[in-house]
């Protein structure tokens, strides 16, 4: 991951703090998203927290997204993919 320049920002009220749009879309944090706030020494470190499901099925929408196919027609597919690669597989192990 590439270096941001620091940007600066403010505690609200409610001690919420907004991290940069630039900094979300690096970082692929999402709204809604767990995150975990560690105190090191007089510095804050703010790391994502994903959960293993959580982070494939969000990889598996943004896949999604990106592509333009429905979950429907990512279905269709499998089965045929799956038979490609079944004889890729074992029948270069078969010779």
């Known amino acids: ?3 941001l ?9 409610r001690g919420q703090i907004i991290i940069p749009k630039q900094i ?5 944090l999402e709204e809604g998203q767990a995150v975990t706030v560690i105190a090191v020494g ?6 994502p927290k994903r ?7 969000r990889q598996i929408a943004r896949i999604l997204k990106e592509s333009g196919l429905s979950p429907e027609e990512v279905f269709k597919g499998l ?10 597989i074992y ?5």
Do not use: C, F, N, Q
């Open 51 to 57: 959960l293993r499901l959580d982070e494939a099925r």
């Open 91 to 95: 029948e270069k192990k078969a010779r």
């Open 24 to 28: 979300r879309d690096a970082t692929h």
């Open 42 to 47: 007089d510095t804050i470190l703010v790391t």
């Open 79 to 88: 089965k045929g993919a799956r038979e490609s690669v079944y004889k890729e």
């Open 5 to 13: 320049k620091p940007v600066v920002t403010e505690i609200k009220p």
């Open 1 to 3: 991951m590439s270096t």
